[in-house]
């Protein structure tokens, strides 16, 4: 039992499990079916997010951006479907694809051709994009009326018990599991992290694979752009504001290391759920979102102290394991 609370995944499954308990008794129904796919499907967005910050704070690099990039390619595809109401929907997922990975293209660039720290590169990136939403939109919102029924239902219908947003999280947990366990990038963004100089001498580009890093995470936002838009049938600029911190916060808790090199996607989806659970609460049980928000930075600033000493005694570990060898020859 004790080994297995050791393990990240495993640890946040029973604090969430405990959690809903909790929460269960100060609001009956907490604990239901129907109210606990509610909880998953507000998170799908958020899950999304951090599975592409999960992909760049691995190669040791962050991604600020990430919400103003949501932002930024929402009201760029509301914005086309109340133009061209005609545009099949496909098309539009393309759209906001496509400038999301444009975009993520651009830090990863500043990033891997230019050398500037990742922090500095996405924190200027994430006031350039929130200003061009203002720019492409002038100020103005998109509302439901404007968009086509299409472009807002598609994400809401309900298909097995769950919408259909919630099965697309579920979907790109998948493809993020087949990314990161069985391709070549997804090894090389673990060493890339874990280990620079020893990725080098093993012929991986680690500027290359910063690259790709952000290029996933900008794509995965300009996804969650549309799901965005459509989820919540309005377009403005300050959609999603501080939701990249949220993205951040889901990995730290996840177990997914700031130093980069270690990490899973179980411990992402979990950490964003943990998140989920106590945003969906809080407000339940009465607490004011001064206190949330207060709540929510505790837990952050215990995930990285839990990081930073789970790291600290790996590293131990490893040292007494290379002293036992070295006395035993």
Same mark, same amino acid.
């Given at each position: 039992?004790?080994?297995?609370?050791?393990?990240?995944?495993?640890?946040?499954?029973?604090?969430?499990?405990?959690?809903?308990?909790?929460?269960?008794?100060?609001?009956?129904?907490?604990?239901?079916?129907?109210?606990?796919?509610?909880?998953?499907?507000?998170?799908?967005?958020?899950?999304?997010?951090?599975?592409?910050?999960?992909?760049?704070?691995?190669?040791?690099?962050?991604?600020?951006?990430?919400?103003?990039?949501?932002?930024?390619?929402?009201?760029?595809?509301?914005?086309?479907?109340?133009?061209?109401?005609?545009?099949?929907?496909?098309?539009?997922?393309?759209?906001?694809? +496509?400038? &999301?990975? !444009?975009?993520? $293209?651009?830090? @990863?660039?500043? /990033?891997? %051709?230019?050398?500037?720290?990742?922090? *500095?590169?996405?924190?200027?990136?994430?006031?350039?994009?929130?200003?061009?939403?203002?720019?492409?939109?002038?100020?103005?919102?998109?509302?439901?009326?404007?968009?086509?029924?299409?472009?807002?239902?598609?994400?809401?219908?309900?298909?097995?018990?769950?919408?259909?947003?919630?099965?697309?999280?579920?979907?790109?947990?998948?493809?993020?599991?087949?990314?990161?366990?069985?391709? +070549?990038? &997804?090894? !090389?963004?673990? $060493?890339?992290? @874990?280990?620079? /100089?020893? %990725?080098?001498?093993?012929?991986?580009? *680690?500027?290359?694979?910063?690259?790709?890093?952000?290029?996933?995470?900008?794509?995965?936002?300009?996804?969650?752009?549309?799901?965005?838009?459509?989820?919540?049938?309005?377009?403005?600029?300050?959609?999603?504001?501080?939701?990249?911190?949220?993205?951040?916060?889901?990995?730290?808790?996840?177990?997914?290391?700031?130093?980069?090199?270690?990490?899973?996607?179980?411990?992402?989806?979990?950490?964003?759920?943990?998140?989920?659970?106590?945003?969906?609460?809080?407000?339940?049980?009465?607490?004011?979102?001064?206190?949330?928000?207060?709540?929510?930075?505790?837990?952050?600033?215990?995930?990285?102290?839990?990081?930073?000493?789970?790291?600290?005694?790996?590293?131990?570990?490893?040292?007494?394991?290379?002293?036992?060898?070295?006395?035993?020859?």
């Amino acid at each position: 039992m004790k080994h297995l609370l050791k393990n990240r995944e495993v640890l946040l499954v029973v604090i969430i499990a405990v959690m809903i308990a909790l929460f269960a008794t100060r609001a009956p129904g907490f604990a239901g079916p129907k109210n606990l796919a509610n909880i998953f499907n507000d998170t799908s967005i958020l899950i999304i997010l951090a599975l592409g910050q999960m992909t760049v704070i691995l190669t040791k690099s962050i991604d600020l951006s990430v919400a103003a990039n949501l932002a930024f390619t929402g009201m760029a595809v509301a914005m086309l479907n109340a133009a061209y109401p005609a545009l099949p929907l496909v098309l539009i997922l393309g759209v906001a694809i +496509g400038m &999301g990975a !444009a975009l993520g $293209a651009i830090n @990863g660039y500043l /990033v891997w %051709a230019l050398g500037i720290p990742p922090i *500095v590169v996405t924190l200027g990136t994430l006031t350039i994009y929130r200003g061009m939403a203002f720019v492409l939109s002038g100020g103005s919102w998109i509302n439901a009326h404007q968009m086509t029924p299409t472009f807002l239902n598609t994400p809401r219908t309900m298909l097995l018990g769950l919408p259909v947003l919630g099965w697309v999280a579920i979907l790109i947990v998948a493809l993020m599991v087949f990314v990161l366990s069985r391709t +070549g990038f &997804g090894r !090389a963004t673990y $060493a890339s992290g @874990g280990n620079p /100089v020893a %990725a080098t001498y093993a012929g991986i580009d *680690v500027g290359r694979t910063k690259f790709y890093a952000f290029v996933l995470s900008g794509a995965l936002a300009g996804l969650s752009g549309y799901l965005w838009v459509s989820r919540y049938a309005v377009a403005y600029v300050d959609i999603a504001a501080g939701f990249e911190l949220d993205s951040v916060a889901a990995c730290v808790i996840g177990g997914i290391s700031i130093a980069g090199g270690i990490g899973s996607v179980g411990g992402a989806v979990l950490g964003a759920l943990f998140l989920g659970v106590i945003k969906n609460a809080l407000p339940v049980i009465g607490i004011s979102p001064f206190a949330q928000m207060a709540i929510s930075g505790l837990v952050i600033i215990l995930a990285v102290i839990f990081n930073a000493r789970a790291e600290r005694n790996r590293g131990r570990m490893i040292l007494r394991a290379h002293s036992k060898a070295e006395g035993g020859a």
